[in-house]
């Protein structure tokens, strides 16, 4: 099994920087890719961006050269930066890890932080 663990939630203005993590823990052997999705109230969850092992990357349109995602896998933790914010970035957001290579990763899921972006 692994655990994800996720951090650097919070609340932000428009045009406001937030940087989550995510620690993976358990049989962090398995896992290639990772990544986050977001899910605002009455909408349903979709991928924010994901990352290989070996770093290949995958964004949603609506974050592309805003958010960033890295990963250092020494830490078995993956990273989102997110820059120039907006309201609608608002929801919570989810850490996911997959044992395939796939580049929306949805084997283990952590508990979600909670990123509001004020208007």
């Known amino acids: 099994q692994v655990q994800l663990v996720e951090s650097g939630g919070g609340l932000v203005q428009t045009g406001g920087s937030l940087r989550l993590s995510c620690a993976a823990s358990?049989?962090?052997?398995?896992?290639?890719?990772m990544g986050w999705y977001r899910q605002a109230p009455g909408t349903k969850r979709g991928l924010v961006a994901a990352i290989t092992r070996g770093g290949s990357t995958n964004y949603a349109g609506s974050v592309k050269g805003r958010f960033t995602i890295s990963r250092d896998n020494a830490k078995n933790t993956v990273y989102l930066q997110m820059n120039s914010l907006k309201p609608e970035d608002t929801g919570v957001y989810y850490c996911?890890?997959?044992?395939?290579?796939?580049?929306?990763?949805?084997?283990?899921w952590g508990q979600g932080t909670q990123v509001t972006v004020s208007s």
């Open positions: 358990g049989s962090i052997f398995s896992i290639n890719a």
């Open positions: 996911a890890a997959d044992r395939s290579w796939q580049l929306s990763p949805s084997d283990y």
